[in-house]
């Protein structure tokens, strides 16, 4: 009932204010082990247990290490991985409860954008068919209306239109990635899951991309979930930000709260991380090193995922999983020594 209560909180009281709301979402890819492979088997807990919203025009950054599930869970949402349990609500309809065909009509409102943009391109295509290549599936448009579009598209991510005949393999990175935007734009969507889409990106090129992110928001009324390993950028574009470990959610609060005030001990270890372009301030401030690796996400240790390579972790995290805690309105955390009332440690 605890963990039930906790999740209705964390979901938000008002869900018309919410464009998707994530409830338990589980994603374990099955696996068989030993000599004879239907002897024994496990799972690799990818996603377990995840629960958050992401309201209207909002755009939730998730973090954390490789292999946390960041990834997993945005794909997950969107259906790509079909999920194990759990729910996923967007503009009030539960994409579990849907057929192929019903879901195949809800995917122009959610797409996707991927971090290899080179990848996800067909190299054999012109931009322009890739780009029309959504509005030819789902859309009975004309071709002068489908061309007309297209460019339409490629002016506002920042490309020349008259580009439309030209591959991939012409393009830098970033143009490429510009490229991946406007095929996502294509169908208008409401919900777009933002998988590293800078990360394979030269550093003077980021910046450019982070802000075409944010003019299409305004100007498109979009709504993301920014998955990303580089801090600093998840704290100019997000609004909120979720902060996973090990197939689960450590903490989320809002931007400033988490950057100014982290309270999981996970998140100040990633804070702690951050480089500061001071020398001085640099050498003065204190690291926080964690221990041992990442556990397996096919074997987790009992009790707090986190235990194991917890600087301050008692016997208690290691006997028994906490639960979500408000520790103020909007700011959630998953640790046994977080005091619900100080919101300190």
């Known amino acids: 009932m605890k963990t039930e209560t906790a999740t209705n909180q964390i979901i938000g009281k008002t869900e018309s204010k919410n464009l998707v709301t994530v409830k338990n979402l589980k994603k374990y890819f099955p696996f068989s082990k030993g000599f004879f492979l239907n002897r024994k088997r496990g799972a690799v807990k990818a996603v377990d247990d995840v629960s958050f919203n992401i309201r209207r025009g909002e755009t939730l950054g998730v973090v954390g290490e490789s292999g946390c599930g960041k990834s997993t869970t945005g794909r997950a949402i969107l259906h790509l991985e079909r999920p194990t349990s759990g729910k996923v609500i967007i503009d009030g309809v539960d994409l579990t409860q849907l057929n192929p065909e019903e879901l195949r009509q809800m ?15 067909n190299p054999r295509h012109s931009i322009g ?51 991946n935007i406007a095929r996502a734009l294509s169908l208008n969507p409401k919900f777009v899951v933002c998988d590293e889409p800078i990360s394979a990106l030269d550093v003077s090129i980021q910046a450019q991309v982070i802000n075409l992110f944010q003019d299409l928001q305004k100007e498109l009324n979009l709504t993301y979930l920014f998955i990303a390993h580089d801090l600093s950028m998840v704290q100019h ?78 016997p208690i995290c290691s006997q028994r999983a906490p639960e979500y805690k408000a520790i103020e309105p909007d700011h959630f955390v998953v640790c046994h020594k977080v005091d619900k009332k100080r919101g300190e440690i």
Do not use: W
């Not at 830098?172 to 490229?179: A, D, E, F, H, V």
């Not at 998140?267 to 991380?273: K, N, R």
């Open 237 to 314: 574009i997000s609004n909120r930000v979720a902060v996973m470990y090990l197939g689960k959610v450590m903490e989320l609060t809002t931007r400033d709260n988490l950057f100014n005030t982290p309270l999981h001990p996970y998140t100040q270890a990633l804070m702690s991380a951050i480089p500061i372009p001071d020398p001085v301030k640099e050498r003065q401030r204190t690291r926080i090193f964690l221990n041992e690796d990442v556990p397996s996400p096919a074997n987790p240790p009992q009790g707090c995922v986190f235990s194991t390579r917890c600087p301050i972790a008692e």
């Open 107 to 121: 995917r122009p409102q959610i797409q996707m954008i991927f971090q290899d943009s080179y990848a996800s391109l």
């Open 129 to 179: 068919h890739i780009i029309a290549e959504p509005m030819m599936i789902h859309k009975n448009m004309q071709q002068d209306a489908m061309r007309s579009r297209v460019m339409e598209l490629l002016e506002l991510v920042g490309l020349n239109p008259n580009h439309y005949n030209r591959f991939p393999h012409e393009f830098s990175g970033g143009q490429r990635q510009r490229i």
